[in-house]
């Protein structure tokens, strides 16, 4: 069956980097476009960023354009999330997404930006 399994989260102090990592398994991972989402404590979820199934192309929303990074490893079914520059705004549970007949996600990973 199809699993996404995120992991890499933690504490940061303000202005620190975390790599975000993502498992996936069950389903022919290089042939899909992949998201991360975020959702902080009271806010609904929302689009980071997503990347073409080859990584060739992304795209990022505004709030992080310029301090994250997304890329993907096809050959070991692996996606990533490279977070510079952290904020507190960025705390939230990070999750990743894939369209694979309908929405699959993640258990999520916890990202707290704090000093």
């Known amino acids: 069956q199809v699993q996404l399994v995120e992991s890499g989260g933690g504490l940061v102090q303000p202005g620190g980097s975390l790599r975000l990592s993502c498992a996936a398994s069950?389903?022919?991972?290089?042939?899909?476009?992949m998201k991360w989402y975020r959702q902080a404590p009271g806010k609904e979820r929302e689009l980071v960023g997503d990347i073409t199934s080859t990584g060739a192309s992304t795209n990022y929303a505004d709030s992080v354009k310029g301090r994250f990074t997304i890329s993907r490893d096809n050959a070991a079914n692996m996606l990533y999330l490279q977070m510079n520059s952290l904020k507190p705004e960025d705390t939230a549970v990070y999750y990743c997404n894939a369209l694979v007949g309908y929405n699959r996600w993640g258990q999520g990973t916890q990202v707290t930006v704090s000093s």
């Open positions: 069950g389903f022919r991972f290089s042939r899909y476009a």
